[in-house]
């Protein structure tokens, strides 16, 4: 590892200290994390991750989780499947509001 020397403002160190402080990982290893995340070349897996749990919940639709895997949506239902992921039912102004999107 190397040491590097950032600058946090009050309110980014305070809520990492709080987040350290619950357990949720040291203040370096919550830093390394944010920056995999955003920076590491896992960061689309994790985008897609999201987006799918999003999907499962309900949260947004067959469209938007089809435009952030960078599939069709007729691929991405086939997606669905392969993953053994339920397919939810759209409304019908979803289905309009999908059409418009893509």
Not at 13 to 30: D, I, N, P, V
Not at 63 to 70: D, Y
């Amino acid at each position: 590892m190397k040491r590097t020397n950032i600058m946090l403002t009050d309110e980014q160190h305070r809520k990492l200290k709080s987040y350290a402080k619950r357990g949720e990982g040291t203040l370096g290893g919550l830093v390394r994390e944010a920056l995999d995340v955003t920076y590491g070349k896992d960061a689309l897996e994790h985008r897609k991750s999201v987006a799918l749990e999003a999907y499962k919940e309900g949260l947004i639709s067959l469209g938007k989780l089809s435009e952030v895997l960078g599939l069709d949506v007729v691929s991405a239902r086939l997606y669905l499947k392969k993953h053994g992921i339920r397919i939810m039912l759209q409304k019908q102004s979803e289905v309009l509001q999908d059409a418009v999107n893509a």
